[in-house]
């Protein structure tokens, strides 16, 4: 198993470094000037090539390069100038940020996918079948941030049940002390039930919201494995020895159903790190997404360059922790490899 | 019956329940928050985006970060404040009035300043605020370069030679000729005083000014104290209740919150859990503002000084170099449509005025075009141009709200004499280098000065100089002659006649088209008193009380 995972790190590193080539030179061929961008309204010309002397972007390309190459070697992703703070203490405060939100969603998300799955696939054309089609048809169809503006509309606007919509807190409470970056797991290290209860309120439209879109894939997926496996001939075999229905469902049918389950999950993972901005922005959540398109927009070079990396490491690290799974779930995976 | 319902087991029905009730617990956990805070003394904030920068004298700091460096940071003098005709209160640009300074006065020549500082003032660290403080502050604004230097230049103040520390309670500033904007630009945020000592500590040979440090701390003396920024979030600020330079604010503690949603900035005023919300769109404040104060909350609109939203059209290329088309796409413009339809009427009309020359001195009023497409034909044709052309009309993407219905109204407009233009869209980030190039040949804009002053506007926006705010690349030696001499005019009945000449020749000219005089609309809770519009169009937390 452990080479097995070196062998993955290693196979990583020509995607890293072309993901760094990439970005470098597709930031590079964005439309804007930076220069002129952040020179201010009341800039003359002279003035904007001092902020472009100042921000190194009258040098090369290749000399850019060589630069960011070195800063990148210790640790120093540059500073966003819309933000004025450096990329790396951006991304330590807003990845925990996202990943919190994503992390919860995912989690609820399979918590109701994959019993919801499993009961549909074990009884087809009941009620509870079409419930689950009728809950992945509106799930897919309805985008993530409608879901949110439905949630706020309803639940904080009109009956005030859910807290305001304002990011991670509450106004009124601080930050718990800073260990994981997660509020939830911050609060109760720190033992503040009271910061616990509020962050928990905050994440709980947002995570909602992010959860109903997630469920449909999930949903289906869950259902769609368990079916065929349910069809399958060592589960005849097994139900025909007289084995126990739990033992057939749970310990044959489905664990087999898991691998297909484990990849989806993955890839929305992946896709919803990238794709809840949108989500992001209406519960003015600080997360991630919302500092890269709000870098895109000002041309802002270090912050793209930041997540973009930042990203591909994760995805490196997403797709170890699967192929892991895999293993853990299906043995014959680890000796094919 | 399917064969596999035999697989129906109560475990699963376990977990399902399990996960819902998850759910239940969760949505039982949202309930209302204990105040850690009193509410009454708190005032929360909404905008659309925060500052960027604590350092109003950093490179790239958005004019969002004004509101810090404002409520932060005290200057030698600041402006006074006057009550409009509507009740609104708003600085008043001739009253200049002590904030830091004691007393300041005038030499009888109009060549220097001397300025006595407050001697009970302390910076937020208990370090007294000196002559030095002010003067290493002056000299940092006119080092520096950038936006600083260059609103410092325009009130004459170049040189750190011309700060001179008399003792230390005594400040001179030397002018190299008597100014009107010296004094006025003495009190615009720029000049802020900066405890240099502990400025001093943090800078290096490479960065003498200290700009690193400044960008995330304060060096500041004022009303407010930095409590915690994290950018992209919230902003906090605390009273400081040793403030010497005005009475004490009543509000003690400020929380500004991003909350980029204009939806949910909405929600949060209607809830009550938010007092303040700038960045108001249009379209809501004229729908609250229609509700004539029966909703739950209201919103004051302050027209912008100085300021125009215009259709610039550029004079150095065909066919906008004729004065006579630029005058036909005057009449071309819907004007009546464009309040209407485009910005829902919160903006002062600058089109369709009486008579065709200016009616006093002031700036902005109306010039004398109306919509009258037979005209707008008729010029064209005597222009040459009896087909009309082709063209493009560029527009701000980070303005789209308003600039993109008006381009599709001019658009269609243009059609119906005859010149078929195309939109571009350029995004925020490109559009000011778009304006430098000067080569767009219709774009729609805005220009608003600090210092309320015609020839200030036309200095930067009409002078031969060519500022990157002249977008139209007007360039005529008698417009020229005219701002230069109300520059620095001293006699009133001679300033206003050149006043007025300047105004008359844009009319006539109309290199730049006046759509509108922006309107700064800000929505507050009824309980919010002392709100007073500002010309950095930023809050100032010192007036503001929750009754």
Known sequence: ?337 | MSLLSMYRLPIHRRVFLFASSAILAAVALAGTPAFAQSRQETLVVLVENGPNSMDIHGVGTSFRSYVAAWNMYDRLVTFGIKTLPDGTQSYDYSKIVPELAESYAMAPDGKSVTFKLRKDAKFHDGAPVTAADVKWSYDRAVSVGGFPTFQMKAGSLEKPEQFVVVDDYTFRVDLPKQDKLSLPDMAVVVPAIFNSKLARQHATDKDPWAMEWMKTNSAAGGAFKLDKWSPGQEITFNRNDDWKSGPLPKIKRVIIREVPSPGNRRALMERGDADISVDMPQKDSAEIVAEKGTGKYIVVGVPIENSLKYIGLVTTQKPFDNAKVRQAVAHAVPYEQIYKSAVYGRGIPMAMGPGDAPKDASWPQPFPYKTDLAKAKQLLTEAGYPDGFETTISIDLGDATASEPEAVLLQEALGKIGIKATIEKIPGANFRNAMLQKNRPIHIASFGGWLNFPDYFFFWGYHGQNAVFNTMAYQNPKMDALIDAARYEADPAKYKNEVMGFIKLAMDEAPRIPLYQQILDVGMQKNIKGYTYWFHRQLDFRQIEKK
């Open chain 1, 1 to 337: 198993m452990l080479s097995l995972i070196g062998k993955r790190i290693v196979s990583a590193i020509p995607s890293v470094i072309g993901v760094l080539v990439v970005t470098f030179v597709l930031t590079r061929a964005l439309p804007g000037d930076p220069a002129a961008y952040f020179a201010g309204p009341a800039a003359t010309p002279q003035a904007i090539e001092e902020v472009r002397r100042s921000l190194g972007l009258d040098k090369t390309l290749p000399e850019q390069f060589v630069v960011y190459i070195k800063d990148l070697a210790t640790g120093n992703l540059g500073n966003s100038i819309a933000t004025g703070q450096p990329v790396l203490t951006e991304i330590r405060t807003r990845l925990p940020a996202s990943l919190e939100l994503t992390l919860y969603g995912l989690l609820v998300s399979v918590l109701i996918a994959v019993p919801l799955g499993v009961l549909a696939a074990t009884r087809p054309g009941s009620w509870i079948d079409h419930l689950c089609r009728v809950v992945t048809t509106a799930g897919v169809s309805l985008p993530a941030f409608f879901t949110g503006l439905l949630l706020v509309y309803v639940l904080y606007y009109r009956l005030g049940w859910a807290p305001a919509p304002l990011g991670r807190l509450d106004i009124f409470y601080s930050a718990p002390t800073t260990v994981t970056g997660f509020y939830t797991i911050d609060a109760l290290i720190e033992g503040n039930l009271e910061i616990f209860r509020a962050a928990l309120a905050q994440l709980l439209l947002p995570v909602t919201a992010l959860a109903v879109f997630t469920l449909a894939p999930l949903a289906r997926m869950t259902r769609a494995a368990m079916l065929e496996v349910l069809g399958s001939d060592f589960i005849r075999t097994a139900r025909a020895s007289g084995l126990p229905k739990g033992k057939i469902v749970y310990g044959y049918a489905f664990r087999n159903a898991m691998l297909p389950v484990v990849t989806t999950l993955g890839m929305v993972f992946s896709f919803l790190l990238g794709a809840n901005v949108l989500v992001e922005k209406v519960f003015s959540w600080p997360g991630i997404g919302t500092f890269a398109i709000e870098a895109l927009v000002a041309s802002d070079y270090a912050p793209i360059q930041g997540f973009v990396l930042t990203m591909a490491l994760l995805y490196v690290m997403l797709n170890l922790a699967i192929d892991v799974l895999y293993i853990v779930i299906d043995p014959r995976v680890g000796f094919e490899s």
